[in-house]
């Protein structure tokens, strides 16, 4: 049967319309067109999809500015066409950065670190100093760094603008004015990360071998100017932090930097990993922000459906970049992020615990995606994900009792109501201990009254391998590969 997204007109029940918008903005807002219905309905198509033109899809494009002390002619003439600072600001935000600029100017020394001023500096400083900001910070470090602009189109966070308002419209019972279309309120702080610059989609690949970091990135308007480092550096400190780490449940030195070396790939390498990182969020954002792929049981467009799954990714990729960050510097609270990881995908339709958390299942995958990735990119992603792969099957070591054990390995386990013991594939097993070790964290009292969960628990060390939560490279990978599984597409039922 046909799917809809891609060839079918989408219906907008008239609960979502508001009598004070008309169909033009929402067709110019959005990129859209729109049909007036009888019954008051609309039937939509998004542009692209309208024209038949891939070429129109709103998306993510990478530019080099340079390398190293070399300017690209390009690349300057796209960091002339960026949305400017001062673009949707209010005065009192122009004067605190007017403030900032200030105080920074007054505080550099020449003992700051290149990360520190770039990140700061670029974020504030006025248009017409932006090209001269980064000769300046080009001219510094390590000779062959390479410049980057990534710029988001603006379109997609106007079609997540767009669905928040048709959200409000249906929940909040409100009519929805043109005033309030652009910037619509419903929850835009849950959203922070999915409008504007999506700077969070693009950390991971700076922070694939942390603690080291590859590079670092600074926001403007729909844009991130990132600098890939030559040499990876360091990100935590390789003496002890501060009074307050020593409070960590798991503080014996564990603040301090791991001893193995630089990360051995090559910048030309990480620029592979970049361009492809890129593409592939392109494709998310694009298939995330279509109204026309978020649909109800009927066909219709459902703004709840579209809400969920933005959030899902949004947090997703948060919590992506704080497991990466707090590598090497709080392990219990890497694992306790890679619980709430497991319940987003869960949550999203993404797998279950169970088959996330499969080493078979999950290492046939990659298997056969690592077969299918660029060789440069495959190169730089191997070492992270196989050692992720590693430390789940390292999870069977816990499962400590050999009596345990039924002849053909499976581990003997209460059934739910306590009257029996079964045999349980190791496989399987993994994803359920994990889950109860999950609940955990919402208290003990209703495992106490599981017989299933105390076995498990009576059967397991606890210990479970630091780079355990590493998967999140591999869950990253596994969607990006495939973003249609955050917007699965409609197939009409039979009649």
């Known amino acids: 049967m046909p799917a809809t997204g891609a060839n079918d007109w989408v219906r907008i029940p008239a609960d979502l319309r508001s009598p004070f918008i008309p169909k033009e903005r929402f067709e110019a807002f959005a990129s859209l067109k729109v049909k007036e219905m009888p019954d008051g309905s609309w039937k939509i198509k998004t542009q692209e999809d309208y024209q038949r033109r891939q070429s129109m899809r709103p998306g993510v494009r990478l530019s080099l500015i340079a390398k190293g002390p070399h300017f690209e ?45 770039f990140v700061g500096e670029l974020q504030i400083c006025l248009d017409a100093d932006l090209e001269g900001k980064l000769r300046e910070f080009q001219s510094l470090g390590q000779d062959t760094d390479s410049l980057w602009l990534v710029e988001v189109d603006a379109l997609l966070s106007q079609r997540l603008a767009f669905m928040r308002a048709l959200f409000a419209q249906r929940y909040a019972n409100e009519a ?185 299942e999950q290492h046939e995958k990659w298997a056969s995606l690592k077969a299918t990735l660029p060789e440069p990119v495959a190169r730089a992603v191997a070492p992270v994900v196989e050692g992720a792969f590693k430390a789940l099957m390292h999870v069977e070591d816990g499962f400590w009792s050999g009596s345990r054990r039924t002849s053909d390995g499976l581990l003997l386990i209460s059934t739910k109501d306590g009257t029996r013991r079964e045999g349980i594939a190791i496989d399987r097993a993994r994803g359920e201990y994990v ?40 869950y990253l990978i596994r969607l990006l590969a495939d973003p249609s599984v955050v917007a699965p597409t409609w197939v009409r039922p039979r009649t």
């Open 73 to 117: 002619s390009l690349g300057l003439r796209r960091l002339g066409t960026l949305t400017p600072i001062t673009w949707a600001i209010s005065k009192e935000q122009l004067a605190w950065f007017d403030d900032q600029r200030t105080q920074q100017a007054m505080a550099r020394t020449d003992e700051q670190p290149l990360w520190f001023r």
């Open 176 to 360: 929805v004015k043109i005033e309030d279309f652009a910037g619509f309120p419903t929850a835009s702080d849950l959203m922070q990360n999915s409008s504007g610059s999506f700077a969070v989609y693009f950390s991971p690949i700076l922070l694939l071998n942390s603690p080291w970091v590859g590079g670092f990135s600074a926001m403007r308007p729909y844009a991130n100017v990132v600098r890939l480092l030559k040499v990876p550096e360091i990100g935590r400190s390789k003496v002890w932090t501060d009074l307050l780490d020593t409070f960590q449940p798991n503080y014996a030195g564990s603040a301090r930097a791991p001893v193995h070396g630089v990360p051995a790939e090559n910048l030309g390498t990480r620029e592979h990993l970049l361009e492809w990182w890129v593409a592939k969020v392109s494709e998310l954002l694009w298939v995330l922000s279509d109204p026309t792929r978020h649909l109800d049981g009927e066909g219709s467009y459902d703004p709840s459906s579209h809400l969920g799954a933005t959030l899902t990714v949004e947090k997703i990729f948060v919590t992506a970049a704080e497991i990466m960050r707090l590598k090497s510097k709080d392990e219990v609270l890497r694992k306790i992020l890679l619980f709430d990881l497991l319940d987003l995908l869960e949550g999203g339709g993404m797998g279950t615990y169970e088959s996330n958390l499969s080493y078979g």
């Open 435 to 474: 889950r109860v070790l999950r609940n955990s964290h919402h208290g003990f009292g209703k495992i106490a009254k599981n017989p299933r969960g105390l076995s498990y628990l009576a059967s397991h060390t606890g210990a479970l391998d630091n780079s355990l939560p590493d998967l999140i490279w591999w």
